[in-house]
């Protein structure tokens, strides 16, 4: 009775002192920090609608701009965002590039509706390119904290000896933004409004 | 390594975060004395009615990271506002940048939303700016931003309780200061054991006047001396008292920027 505890408390001692925890404590960051930017990319699907909304009424001639926000919407709209999605490297690069292109597809847009005086002093649009230029702030910020969570956990889990740990239960590395994609998907819809 | 490398290049290119000596952080002089101190007091008595932590901070310039990015270091190393209310909000202008932003806390973002935020930014404070009116638009945004938060309903501020037993034990992180301070200056002139003597007398005298207990005396009089024995350089740790606090706030990015 006596060995079976001490064997126990040496067992619980060597799993804290080998990483074990501090892998567990690094894969919920990143599950927390990964639904935060999949939290604020839903803020942005879901400003969408009302903003080709706006547009369309003072832009009705621009339909190739509007079909491609709608369907690079759709697209995002149809992949599964599952906090599990970050296990799997080749989904996660499709998430990303979906983004990406939703993305591009907003800041065409907003280029589009340089054109629109009107548009441009209308109240309303005024409010949601606010809200879309704020919400691209959060993405970034969110973004970023994930990457530092990645980094985190994946140095946990290539350095000694808490790379031993990470085999025997199996902790893999985790896809991250990649500069490229950094690139690309970092590209902010900015419109400059406060001039002229 | 390379990734590294280039993290550590930004690093050190990156303009470093001001600490929080006040409300207002003002490193261009812009603000006159009695503006920082009216500005100041403004920011305090809302703090104290409402308890929410608002901040301004202006520097020169930002560059070469965005306001944005800047606003947002500031925020995670300032943490103004209440842990787990995270009831901040700061402002943050770039004077030769021309560029200013709001910055608000996770608590806020649903009554100074980023619609709310923006129009604050280029209707109230822009156009002050554009006519050099620096303090007004200042003033005047940060007017707008305490009646659009007044409308939130926020956990009341915390009353400071004071009592015989609170002020004693208020005390007592001012007696470890001067412990430490007066312990090294001691010991400096007096030698390393002669010094740690007379700080371990002094502090149990004064603990004994405190508290009255003489057992608790002779255990602060003989942390003293151990700290000032063993104490080595502990007086580069301390550079004056901070007028101000960052309750632990949390920010995710929330608010707007605009351009003057």
Same mark, same amino acid.
């Given at each position: ?196 | ?142 007017? *707008? ?15 400071? &309780?004071?009592?015989? &037993? ?69 007086? *580069? ?24």
């Amino acid at each position: 009775m006596r060995r079976s505890w001490i064997a126990l408390s040496l067992l619980v001692l060597l799993l804290s002192g080998c990483g074990y925890n501090t892998l567990q404590t690094a894969d919920e960051q990143i599950k927390s920090a990964w639904s935060e930017v999949l939290n604020q990319y839903q803020r942005r699907a879901d400003l969408v609608p009302n903003l080709v909304e706006t547009v369309k009424a003072f832009a009705t001639q621009e339909r190739e701009v509007f079909t491609r926000v709608t369907e690079a919407r759709a697209r995002v709209g149809s992949i599964q965002a599952t906090p599990e999605l970050v296990d799997n490297p080749e989904a996660f690069a499709k998430f990303q590039a979906a983004q990406g292109e939703l993305a591009g597809a907003l800041s065409r847009l907003l280029v589009v509706a340089e054109n629109y005086p009107q548009l441009k002093s209308d109240a309303n649009f005024r409010d949601l390119q606010a809200q879309l230029e704020g919400t691209e702030n959060r993405i970034a910020v969110a973004r970023n904290r994930y990457i530092k969570a990645v980094q985190d956990y994946n140095v946990t889990v290539r350095s000694f000896p808490s790379n031993l740990t990470a085999m025997v239960f199996g902790f893999k590395t985790k896809p991250n933004f990649t500069v490229e994609n950094e690139r690309e998907i970092g590209k902010a819809p900015k419109v400059d409004f406060g001039k002229k | 390594m390379k990734l590294f490398l280039l993290a550590l290049g930004l690093a050190w290119a990156q303009v470093a975060v001001p600490p929080l000596t006040g409300r207002v952080v003002d490193q261009t002089g812009t603000l006159t004395r009695e503006q920082h101190a009216g500005l100041e007091r403004t920011l305090q008595e809302f703090e104290a009615r409402k308890g929410s932590q608002l901040a301004v901070l202006l520097v020169p310039t930002t560059a070469p990271e965005p306001i944005e990015q800047f606003a947002l270091r500031v925020a995670e190393q300032w943490k103004i506002g209440r842990k787990k209310v995270d009831d901040g909000a700061i402002l943050v202008v770039a004077k030769d940048d021309r560029a200013l932003r709001i910055e608000v806390g996770y608590g806020l973002e649903g009554v100074l939303n980023d619609a709310t935020a923006k129009r604050i930014v280029s209707d109230v404070i822009v156009p002050r700016f554009r006519e050099g009116e620096f303090y007004v638009g200042i003033n005047a945004g940060l007017d *707008r931003m305490m009646r659009v938060i007044d409308g939130e309903p926020l956990p009341a501020p915390a009353k400071s &309780q004071p009592g015989a &037993q609170g002020e004693t034990f208020q005390m007592l992180p001012v007696l470890l200061i001067l412990a430490l301070v007066g312990g090294s200056i001691l010991r400096a002139v007096l030698g390393r054991f002669l010094g740690a003597a007379a700080t371990g007398g002094v502090v149990g005298f004064v603990a004994w006047t405190l508290a009255g207990a003489i057992a608790m005396a002779a255990l602060a009089g003989a942390l003293a001396f151990f700290f000032t024995l063993m104490g080595g350089g502990a007086g *580069r740790r301390y550079g004056g008292f901070p007028g101000m606090y960052g309750g632990g706030g949390t920010f995710g990015g929330g608010g707007a920027s605009g351009r003057w």
